[in-house]
Structure formats: structure tokens, C-alpha cells
């Protein structure tokens, strides 16, 4: 929220300075002024989304993993309890669900850490667009600076 209300403040600031130019070249260099700045707010505001983000995958991955090895526990007793009175004969197909859970387990974590890595290269992205979108704003700025003094 802090970066909206931050963008929002300098897009009124440059607003009101804009309305108030008399010049295309005065305006052009409030404009490259307020560019690099935006770009940086809006950096600011997809770091905090990401982190966000992260935090409640993690806190919902929590809660799923603790769901998820509750319930094998409770399946796997009772699978003990379907071996210990059901005659031999069933033993491979207990031992057959047993893999089963282990597999579905397996593949929890597996879309855990895929998730988390889905998130890492989101933030490296966003990281890499806002960092050039400032350095082009910053070039842009420069280049206008040195034509006007032309």
C-alpha cells in the first residue's frame, strides 16, 4: 500500500507541475524527471505483491503439508490395522496403497518446491523489467537533458 500511495503522490506532484509548464522542453524534463521515479515505485510495489505472494504460498504449503501427513498417518494405521486382520493374501495390495501415499507424498513436495521456484524466477523477472525500465527512463532523461541545453 505504501508504494501505491507513493506512486500516487508523485503522479499528482507531477500532474500539477505538468499543467504548469509553459514550455514543450520544460515538460519533456519534468516528464523524464518523474519516469525513473515511477519506475522504481512500481518496482517497489511488485517486490511487496511477491513477497506477499510468497508468504502466503508458504503459509498455505504449511498448512497443506501438515493436512497432507496427518491424513497418510492416519491412512497408513488403518492400513496396518486392514494387514493385521485380513487374511495374507491382501498384503500386496496394502503394500500397494502404502506406495501409493508415499507417491502422492512425493509429489507434494515436488509442486511445493515448484511453486517456490515459480515465485523465485517471478521475482527475478519483475526484478530484471523494472531495473531496465529505469535504466531506459535514466538514458532517456539524459539524452532529453542534452538537447535541450543544445
Excluded at 491382501?90 to 506406495?99: N, Y
Aim: hydrophobic share 40%; charged share 20%.
Amino acid at each position: 500500500m505504501q508504494a501505491i500511495r507513493s506512486l500516487l503522490s508523485a503522479t499528482q506532484d507531477f500532474s500539477q507541475q505538468a499543467v504548469s509548464a509553459k514550455e514543450p522542453s520544460e515538460w519533456m524534463t519534468l516528464h523524464d524527471a518523474f519516469a525513473a521515479p515511477a519506475a522504481q515505485h512500481v518496482q517497489d510495489y511488485n517486490r511487496q505483491w511477491l513477497d506477499i505472494a510468497a508468504a502466503t504460498q508458504g503459509v498455505y504449503a504449511r498448512c497443506a503439508q501438515a493436512q497432507l501427513e496427518e491424513y497418510g498417518e492416519r491412512t497408513r494405521t488403518w492400513l496396518r490395522y486392514v494387514a493385521e486382520t485380513t487374511p495374507q493374501s491382501s498384503g500386496p495390495i496394502v503394500a500397494a496403497l502404502d506406495s501409493a501415499i508415499s507417491a502422492v507424498n512425493g509429489l507434494y513436495g515436488s509442486l511445493q518446491q515448484t511453486g517456490q521456484q515459480a515465485l523465485e524466477a517471478a521475482r527475478t523477472n519483475v526484478d530484471m523489467a523494472a531495473n531496465a525500465a529505469a535504466k531506459s527512463a535514466k538514458r532517456t532523461a539524459e539524452l532529453t537533458e542534452q538537447a535541450t541545453k543544445r
